[in-house]
């Protein structure tokens, strides 16, 4: 069974900070990651992904991510926050085998400050 | 625009009320899945379809929920006999059998009164 657990359901920076948000999965095997970012009363909208390769992940809007196999984890980091960042952010686990379904985790939602 | 739509965007129905929604996948996506979001959590994985085969169903579809894709195009999601506990987003996504990308829509929003 695969699961994902996002540390911190609220996540405060300041515009111009880094944005650092925790990702933990558990796979009995090598998993596909995922994050998502959703904005107000909107669908999901892809950030970037980690099926197989370099394990330094780039995405859009300046967000990358890490798959570290050894931590079990897949952290979420921008070097400087724009207040458009403002929004929930759910990492996500699937693996080939299993319908390609995602298992997500509970979001963390990161608010931006002046 | 080629996205996956979805409709209606809202819908508001009374308690013991049967409601359908509608997914449009990717013209070109043969996986279509269904997803359930309530307040303040994740998605959670409902059903897929491969075509118009549903292969999976989670434990979380009751008897009351019915989805289907007919000639693997458009997909439907029933609600028979609403209860409050079902007011959620259905969010609903498509892909290819071999991607390892999903397209999702921008969702239902269900509210039982």
């Known amino acids: ?114 | 625009d080629t996205g996956v739509s979805q409709n209606p965007r809202h819908k508001i129905t009374k308690r013991g009320q049967n409601v359908t929604f509608r997914c449009d996948p990717i013209s070109e996506h043969n996986r279509l899945y269904w997803y359930r979001q309530t307040l303040g959590q994740g998605p959670e994985f409902l059903t897929y379809f491969q075509n118009e085969a549903q292969l999976e169903k989670s434990r979380l579809l009751s008897d009351r929920f019915s989805a289907e894709r007919p000639k693997g195009s458009f997909s439907t999601l029933e609600i028979q006999r609403t209860e409050q506990g079902d007011s959620a987003m259905y969010l609903c996504a498509s892909s290819l059998v071999a991607g390892k990308s999903y397209t999702f829509g921008s969702g239902t929003r269900l509210t039982v009164v």
């Open chain 1, 1 to 114: 069974a695969q699961s994902v657990t996002q540390l911190g359901s609220h996540v405060s920076v300041s515009e111009g900070a880094l944005v650092l948000l925790r990702c933990n999965y558990s796979s009995s095997v090598p998993p596909y990651l995922f994050w998502y970012v959703q904005y107000p009363n909107q669908g999901l909208q892809l950030l970037l992904k980690y099926t197989t390769g370099a394990t330094l992940v780039k995405g859009i809007n300046g967000f990358e991510a890490e798959f570290k196999k050894s931590e079990t984890s897949f952290h979420l980091t921008k070097p400087s926050a724009h207040m458009s960042d403002a929004a929930e952010y759910f990492c996500a686990v699937s693996f080939t085998g299993g319908g390609n379904k995602l298992t997500f985790g509970t979001g963390t939602q990161l608010k931006v400050e002046l």
